[in-house]
């Protein structure tokens, strides 16, 4: 069976986003779509005082996406045109389905400890779906299947492992979302679709991803190449969110919060936006 080996490691940039949040970005949107089907995968983490007071993610628009925040500790509190609002905490997932259009705010709150940590991923939708009504699946941590086996501690958030499937569904990229833990001296083995997108970002820890391969130790993220099946060596333990989806192979455009298929598309956003037409 093939293994997946390492197509490239990408150290993460640090860029200010929002009102002034720093995040740790490793993929961004961009016409290469070289992740095809995800755009961008944003870790944000904070440790007061050190990086200072959160603001945050005041309204703005998206268009054509899915994002996906997961949070390790702190919270993040949203709200948005369509009058939803609420708070997503330590274990919790929100998948974001903005089709048409959708206005939000998020804002990352510390826990006692002064932590934020958590992960954003934006992943695309296919032409057809690009307008579709916006949709949320959020859910609450003690709903997330935790799978032990053999030195692998898993949480998943989307996707099947042996018989169990994770509870977010009916997304068009057909993802698995992983939150993976490995013990010292533990190997973590999943099948995927050959030609389907795979990477693992790797934040605490190390691990290899071949018997005796390069340690790629955190904070990192590692893009796999194509094959049937992730192996994943740990000899002093890891954490890791691990990810795969089948891609589109679509052309795509984007513009910041946008991303379409056309620059047309892009214009027809932002006309959208001007004459308040956007939400419907
Ligand atoms: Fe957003």
């Known amino acids: 069976m093939s293994i997946r080996t390492i197509r490239q490691i990408i150290q993460p940039k640090i860029v200010i986003e ?31 005082p050190i990086e200072g007071p959160i603001s945050g993610f005041p309204m703005h628009p998206h268009r054509g996406i899915e994002t996906v925040t997961y949070m390790l500790s702190g919270s993040t509190h949203h709200r948005d045109s369509l009058g939803n609002s609420g708070t997503i905490g330590p274990g919790d997932i929100q998948w974001m389905t903005s089709g048409r259009g959708i206005l939000h ?43 032990d086996y053999l030195g692998s501690h898993m949480k998943l958030i989307a996707g099947k492992i042996k018989n169990t499937e994770g509870p977010i569904t009916d997304i068009s990229a057909n993802p698995l979302y992983i939150d993976l833990s490995l013990d010292n001296h533990s190997v973590f083995t999943q099948n995927t679709n050959s030609e389907d997108t795979v990477f693992a970002y790797i934040f605490e820890g190390g691990c290899s991803f071949s018997e005796y391969g390069e340690t790629v ?7 796999l190449n194509k094959g049937k099946q992730v192996k994943i060596f740990s000899n002093t333990g890891v954490r890791l969110i691990l990810v ?37």
Request: glycine residues 6%.
């Open 244 to 280: 795969s989806g089948t891609p589109f192979c679509e052309p795509i455009a984007p513009y910041g919060p946008f991303v379409m298929n056309t620059q047309e598309e892009i214009r027809q956003a932002l006309k959208d936006l001007r004459e308040g037409t956007f939400v419907r």
């Open 217 to 223: 130790q955190a904070t990192t993220l590692v893009h």
């Open 105 to 147: 705010e998020e804002m990352p709150r510390q826990d006692n400890n002064g932590r934020v940590n958590g992960f954003q991923l934006w992943v695309n939708l296919p032409k057809e779906r690009k307008m579709v009504k916006p949709q949320y699946q959020e859910v609450a941590s003690e709903s997330i299947p935790q799978i």
């Open 18 to 48: 929002g009102a002034g949040v720093r995040l740790r970005r490793s993929i961004s949107p961009n016409r290469t779509n070289l992740f095809d089907p995800f755009l961008l995968f944003d870790h944000f983490i904070f440790d007061y």
